[in-house]
């Protein structure tokens, strides 16, 4: 029996075999020069009949659709396949000329899609020419000229060069607004990204036109017009208008219909699944906002707000709003809740854009993978993860159905730049600093961020390199390891000490959302005391070594880790120094908490409590607490607490609570300029050696602070009134930091 299988299995194969050689046979390839018989071959289908006509015509189409094919000819002869094929030419030689900025050809060579040893196809020109167009008009090079030359060889090669003519760089002389605007020109000429020229403006691009500029700026206007009650707000036209060979105007037609009124908000719930008491809930955090003129951030916030509650209350829902005319001027919003559709896989997670980063980055910003069931909301978690990471300027997604079962998730990222060679000098009531680093948040694609810098000042001098691998060896733990070295000899202390360490630390997610930072660090302490100082600061000169574990638990919903808008990050964390000259313990508790109660209005509380205590000995000066002038504005660095003739000596034990809210300042949006009011409060107390009184009284101050990335560089400038002091305090009401990069 099993011998008549062998030969049954024989002889099926040997059929096979067969009928792949007359398969091979029975098809003649004539014209190919460059591209092999097996790769035309290769391309046909699985089971191929050549006496099948619709077959044929795939294979034709097929042949056509690699693009190495100028024209393809199939003909049926006898039995016997014969395909004739007239190969596109390759392409020899490429080149980019007629201007002399060679930064701008290395771009030009990277966005073009003729490149060399490739297959040449004549629609690529006009693509590319396209592409060059729409790059020089959006640099400000209106109208230029592009000319290209295909000269033919020998062996079916080809040289292809293309010749720009580039135009004046153009500027923007004037910004009109036309139309039935409503506001003044003056308040949208705030609003747009695009600026009238200016001698002062010579760092900025804002006065340079361009379509993409344009195009940004009809968003920013619809969006200012709808979030102060302009519902049928249209931006008719834009244009870019030339008035000589310098500069042009740019002109922006606008209709922006009547104001109306959110006359009522009502709540619908189509699934029948929520409970009476969140309905009610949900209504009457509605009435706050019914009455009040249509604004679309109010409306899109007040979305998410009730999505967010209903799905954080394990409802499996999706909510949705509508918006209708009722009366003159006046709008009915509509809260609508509708059950999830039916449970769908993640077939595939598509990752498009990403020519350095590695795709599995990405992914490691995604709350969900394939195979995993579809959660709406650990989707639009992830995509906003992957807009506040800083590695792209834009992350566009899509969630494209497949069938019932399935759906597949598109992202589209668009990457930035992620290394920065700088240098700076700046002034401020802290002293004088020069600096310079090296910073590369994306080295090899692999999301790895090293980061070193040398900061030299009057009365601090601090360097250090750190290495941070968010995916250790594809575990999803982040390593880092950090070396640093410090001088310190700050005007209101009597000694200076010199810090040399290293540190390793990891950071991963133990549950959803919860994050556990354990580490190690090792450093060297020399004190050197002045000869004016105190008997007890003379007594810890010298050097000292210690070895400290550490370690944080805390739990973070922050939308993001850099300019956070909501959400919190709460925690405590410890630091034990056994292996020590001077054994310790440190303990603490952190948490801040930031919400968008209000367009352009972002709340903030900030609090940190600390406890440091030294087994048997004291607590050496630089480990001792302090709070720094960063938390506790109105007060100078280190100039609160314990203190000893004019030594603040740091205490075991500190705190500081800040409130923070931004608030608008006049200036328009493309400044970036940041405005806030705070509330601070911070108190250092408690010395282990008895040496200095300290005071439970609680420090505070209240003030305005400002910052703004000028073209010249940072500039910060806070003031502070301090509202409870002590006498022994160091006051400094006024702060100011301007510095330059380069």
């Not at 792949?20 to 699985?46: C, H, M, Q, R, W």
């Not at 009730?306 to 509508?322: A, F, Q």
């Not at 440091?612 to 480990?623: E, P, Q």
Request: hydrophobic share 35%.
């Amino acid at each position: 029996m099993l011998s008549k299988f062998k030969k049954f299995f024989f002889f099926f194969f040997f059929l096979l075999f067969c009928n792949f050689l007359y398969a091979n046979d029975a098809v003649e390839v004539k014209g190919n020069k460059n591209i092999s018989k097996n790769t035309i071959l290769n391309l046909a289908p699985v089971n191929f009949d050549i006496s099948n006509q619709d077959l044929i015509n795939n294979y034709q189409k097929k042949l056509f659709d690699t693009g190495f094919f100028k024209n393809v000819f199939i003909s049926l002869k006898d039995k016997k396949l014969f395909v004739f094929v007239e190969e596109n030419p390759l392409i020899n030689f490429f080149n980019i000329d007629g201007f002399d900025l060679k930064e701008l050809k290395k771009k030009l060579y990277k966005i073009t899609k003729i490149k060399e040893n490739s297959i040449f196809q004549e629609y690529l020109i006009k693509e590319d020419i396209k592409q060059i167009s729409k790059y020089l008009n959006n640099l400000g090079y209106l109208q230029s000229d592009i000319k290209y030359q295909v000269k033919i060889i020998n062996d079916n090669k080809i040289n292809i060069f293309y010749t720009i003519n580039l135009n004046n760089k153009f500027k923007t002389k004037r910004i009109f607004f036309i139309g039935d605007k409503f506001f003044k020109s003056s308040t949208l000429l705030d609003v747009v990204y695009s600026s009238e020229y200016g001698w002062w403006k010579f760092l900025s691009k804002s006065s340079i036109p361009s379509e993409s500029i344009i195009n940004y700026d009809i968003s920013r206007l619809k969006k200012f017009y709808l979030n102060n009650g302009f519902y049928d707000v249209q931006i008719n036209s834009s244009s870019i208008k030339l008035i000589d060979n310098q500069y042009v105007n740019i002109i922006y037609s606008i209709n922006s219909g009547d104001k109306y009124v959110i006359d009522e908000i009502e709540l619908v719930d189509n699934s029948k699944l929520v409970n009476v008491e969140s309905i009610n809930f949900l209504k009457k955090k509605y009435l706050e906002f019914s009455k009040s003129f249509y604004n679309d951030f109010e409306v899109k916030r007040l979305l998410k707000f009730s999505s967010d509650y209903l799905t954080k209350s394990n409802y499996n829902i999706i909510v949705v709003n509508n918006l209708t005319k009722t009366n003159l001027n006046k709008l009915k919003l509509s809260f609508i809740i509708s059950s999830q559709p039916e449970i769908k896989i993640i077939d595939r997670i598509t990752i498009t854009g990403n020519s350095v980063t590695d795709d599995f980055v990405i992914r490691n910003f995604m709350k969900q993978s394939e195979g995993d069931i579809f959660n709406r909301n650990k989707y639009l978690q992830s995509i906003e993860k992957l807009k506040g990471n800083g590695l792209f300027k834009n992350v566009t997604s899509e969630i494209i159905p497949l069938n019932k079962e399935k759906v597949q998730i598109n992202i589209k990222v668009e990457e930035v730049p992620t290394g920065e060679i700088s240098g700076g000098a700046g002034a401020g009531t802290n002293g004088a600093n020069i600096s310079g680093g090296i910073r590369e948040n994306n080295f090899l694609g692999k999301g790895i961020k090293l980061n070193s810098n040398l900061n030299i000042g009057t009365q601090k001098i601090f360097g250090f390199f750190e290495y941070i691998d968010p995916d250790y060896q594809s575990s999803g733990n982040s390593l880092g390891l950090k070396f640093f070295a410090e001088n310190n000899e700050f005007d209101n202390a009597s000694y200076q000490n010199k810090l040399i360490g290293a540190s390793i630390y990891t950071n991963y997610e133990i549950f959803d959302q919860i994050f556990l930072n354990p580490g190690f660090t090792f450093e060297f302490d020399s004190v050197s005391a002045n000869s004016d100082a105190s008997s007890l600061v003379k007594k810890r000169d010298g050097d000292y070594w210690s070895s400290k574990g550490f370690y944080s638990l805390s739990k973070n919903t922050k939308n993001r880790s850099f300019q956070t808008s909501e959400g919190y990050n709460i925690g405590f964390g410890q630091g034990i120094a056994l292996l020590s000259e001077i054994p310790f313990i440190s303990n603490s508790i952190f948490g801040s908490y930031y919400h968008e109660y209000k367009e352009n209005f972002i709340g903030s509380v900030r609090s940190k409590v600390e406890t440091i205590n030294a087994f048997g000995d004291d607590v050496k000066f630089s480990d001792r607490l302090f709070v720094s002038s960063n938390n506790l504005r109105g007060f100078s660095h280190r100039g609160i607490g314990p203190k000893i003739d004019n030594d603040f000596i740091g205490g075991n034990y500190s705190f500081y609570t800040s409130f923070s809210s931004t608030i608008p300042n006049g200036l328009p949006d493309k400044w970036n300029a940041i405005s806030n009011i705070f509330l601070d409060t911070a108190n250092v107390w408690g010395v282990d050696d008895n040496s200095a009184e300290s005071s439970n009284k609680i420090r505070s101050s209240l003030g305005f602070g400002f910052s703004w990335v000028s073209p010249l560089g940072p500039i910060s400038i806070t003031y502070a009134e301090p509202i409870s002091k002590l006498t022994t305090d160091d006051v400094e009401q006024f702060n100011f930091k301007i510095g330059s990069a380069f």
